[in-house]
């Protein structure tokens, strides 16, 4: 089992994420922005893959910073982005080396296939 | 033979130049060819004659005057005197006048060679030219956008007055230099140099390349520049013809727009995956009979979505291009649905026909309805092809999705008009205003074929053809 850190700012969806993949027995750490999120990357705790919104509040590339900075406090971190805009060239440039992305809206069945690929790799 | 051999008298007569050969008191004792040929004269009429008498005095010009009675004595020889003098039998003309003292043995007195070249035609191509160049020169200053024409060498030879103005640069700071030395070296770009230095000698021209950098009282601007090669009927030298066209405010409205689709979308795209979401929460409470109903409610929320991407990105404005619009849908369904391992393979085959914004939802779901069904029940063996298509016939467009799977039998397909009176396709095939129909043959697999209106697309909107 892994310990995920799901950053998203809607509190709807990142609970319904997090109820999703508690079901498929992980443990969940949960953040609503770059700083709550950098708290749990800082933290002593042990986190395997950090799923994580890119547009996060007023931040448009929140998530790719995030990532970014985690890539740094945790190299073997594993990434799953999501974001319900359009992925341009550009924007899968700011991706981190390795990671995934799952596009929004996500079924159950999406998630769990997207974390099963991003865990097994 | 060699060249002193040859009478002089044969060069004379030989060279195109008109030569007459005046005595000490300026009387023509003799005239080549060239000469009577010239001037429309002849021996008899001149030879004797005081030059300015020849022929009614129209050799009685001021400047030859000059020449001979004030110039001449004092020096053995003078090149390229000019003489303009509108003759009565030849009409205006520009004489380029060589003259020399020449001295024979015992003739202490000596006679006067004058070499008469007429230059009228070439002194009348280089004031043509001047004037053509002052028209393009004011042609140029009238253009609002800053441009320049560059020599062979890629050095600048005019430069417009919106070119001076906007980038603060004189005409001695611009002319004769590379565009490259310009300024701050902004238009210094390799990919530009490279591309500039093909406008010349591969007659290929450059279109829309963008350079965006900070400028001398402009700030951070955005130009799109573009090249072609100019020439003149008539003359050899070839010329560039090179132009600054500021599209920093229009950049800007294009990334101002660009931020309103992506927020709209990030909140559109939320809001879908709220209502997923809560079907999900529906999913873990319901029983089983119910789930893959609710699943499949996921799936065209996310096929949705996944159209309102391919709008926002086939969108022509008023028009929706179907052949770019189906070849995205094939895309996102075999990435959503088949996977890289997959041996169904999503085709199209469209012309290139356009359907207004409003039809564009209902026409996508359609086909991810039919092509989902297609992928779901006509291949058990996990391997086979959809089309996607579309082609005009007559006033209507033909949308089919066309499969070679297991097909269905007789006794299906007959179940089909019956039971699509409620189904979602019949729906979309309603709100399209078409009309659809299957066949099937049991191992051939299964066509549908969905007739909708054509629309024609006048300038000011869209409107169906048919009223």
């Given at each position: 089992m892994a310990v995920i850190l799901v950053v998203e700012d809607d509190m709807f969806i990142r609970e319904t994420a997090e109820m999703m993949i508690q079901?498929?027995?992980?443990?969940?750490?949960?953040?609503?922005?770059?700083?709550?999120?950098?708290?749990?990357?800082?933290?002593?705790?042990?986190?395997?893959?950090?799923f994580t919104d890119i547009y996060l509040k007023a931040d448009v590339l929140g998530g790719c910073d995030l990532a970014r900075h985690a890539i740094k406090l945790r190299p073997d971190l594993r990434i799953l982005y999501t974001t319900g805009n359009r992925v341009t060239e550009k924007l899968l440039a700011l991706f981190a080396e390795g990671s995934h992305f799952l596009s929004k809206p996500y079924t159950e069945d999406q998630l769990q296939g997207s974390f099963e690929s991003l865990l097994a790799a | 033979m060699a060249v002193s051999d040859i009478a002089a008298s044969?060069?004379?007569?030989?060279?195109?130049?008109a030569l007459i050969v005046l005595d000490r008191n300026l009387n023509i004792t003799s005239a080549n060819r060239a000469f009577y040929q010239t001037f429309r004269t002849n021996a008899k009429e001149t030879e004797g004659c005081l030059i300015y008498d020849l022929g009614n005095r129209q050799w009685d010009i001021p400047a030859l005057?000059?020449?001979?009675?004030?110039?001449?004595?004092?020096?053995?020889?003078?090149?390229?005197?000019?003489?303009?003098?509108?003759?009565p039998t030849i009409g205006q003309r520009t004489m380029l006048v060589n003259a020399r003292k020449i001295f024979s043995p015992g003739d202490n007195d000596g006679s006067i060679l004058l070499a008469i070249e007429d230059v009228s035609e070439e002194r009348a191509a280089r004031k043509e030219s001047k004037r053509n160049w002052q028209l393009t020169q004011s042609i140029v200053d009238t253009i609002r956008d800053p441009?320049?024409?560059?020599?062979?060498?890629?050095?600048?030879?005019?430069?417009?007055?919106?070119?001076?103005?906007?980038?603060?640069?004189?005409?001695?700071?611009?002319?004769?230099?590379?565009?490259?030395?310009?300024?701050?070296h902004q238009w210094d770009v390799p990919a530009l140099r490279h591309l500039m230095d093909k406008v010349l000698p591969e007659n290929?021209?450059?279109?829309?390349?963008?350079?965006e950098d900070d400028f001398p009282g402009l700030g951070r601007r955005v130009f799109n520049l573009n090249a072609r090669k100019i020439s003149q009927l008539g003359n050899h030298a070839h010329r560039m013809l090179l132009v600054f066209e500021d599209i920093t405010d229009r950049k800007q409205r294009e990334r101002d727009a660009q931020m309103?689709?992506?927020?709209?979308?990030?909140?559109?795209?939320?809001?879908l995956q709220i209502v997923v979401g809560l079907i999900a929460y529906e999913i873990k409470w319901s029983i089983a009979a119910s789930v893959p109903g609710l699943k499949a409610m996921q799936a065209r929320i996310g096929a949705i979505a996944k159209l309102y991407d391919l709008l926002s990105h086939s969108s022509r404005g008023e028009t929706v291009a179907i052949d770019a619009y189906l070849?995205?849908?094939?895309?996102?369904?075999?990435?959503?649905?088949?996977?890289n391992q997959s041996g169904i393979e999503i085709m199209v085959k469209a012309e290139p026909l356009v359907i207004d914004p409003d039809r564009a939802v209902p026409l996508g779901l359609l086909v991810n309805e039919l092509a989902t069904n297609a992928i779901k029940h006509a291949f058990p063996g996990g391997?086979?092809?959809?089309?996607?298509?579309?082609?005009?016939?007559?006033?209507?467009?033909?949308?089919?999705?066309?499969?070679?799977?297991?097909?269905?039998?007789?006794?299906?397909?007959?179940?089909?008009?019956e039971k699509r009176g409620s189904d979602y396709v019949a729906i979309f095939v309603r709100q399209l205003g078409g009309t659809i129909t299957t066949s099937s043959t049991e191992g051939t697999g299964t066509i549908n074929k969905i007739r909708l209106p054509l629309l024609v697309i006048p300038s000011g909107g869209v409107e169906p053809l048919a009223a």
């Open positions: 079901d498929w027995g992980h443990q969940i750490l949960s953040a609503c922005d770059v700083n709550e999120a950098l708290t749990h990357l800082c933290s002593p705790h042990h986190i395997d893959a950090l | 044969d060069i004379v007569e030989t060279v195109p130049s005057r000059t020449l001979l009675e004030s110039v001449i004595p004092h020096r053995a020889s003078v090149e390229g005197f000019e003489v303009e003098h509108d003759f441009l320049v024409v560059l020599e062979n060498d890629l050095t600048i030879v005019t430069a417009s007055k919106a070119f001076l103005t906007i980038f603060g640069s004189t005409q001695a700071e611009t002319f004769g230099r590379r565009v490259s030395e310009l300024g701050q290929k021209p450059i279109e829309n390349f963008e350079i309103l689709t992506n927020e709209i979308s990030h909140r559109i795209k939320n809001n070849a995205e849908i094939a895309k996102a369904m075999s990435a959503s649905l088949l996977g391997k086979g092809h959809v089309v996607l298509g579309a082609a005009r016939i007559g006033d209507e467009i033909e949308l089919t999705v066309v499969d070679d799977g297991v097909g269905m039998t007789d006794k299906a397909v007959a179940k089909i008009p």
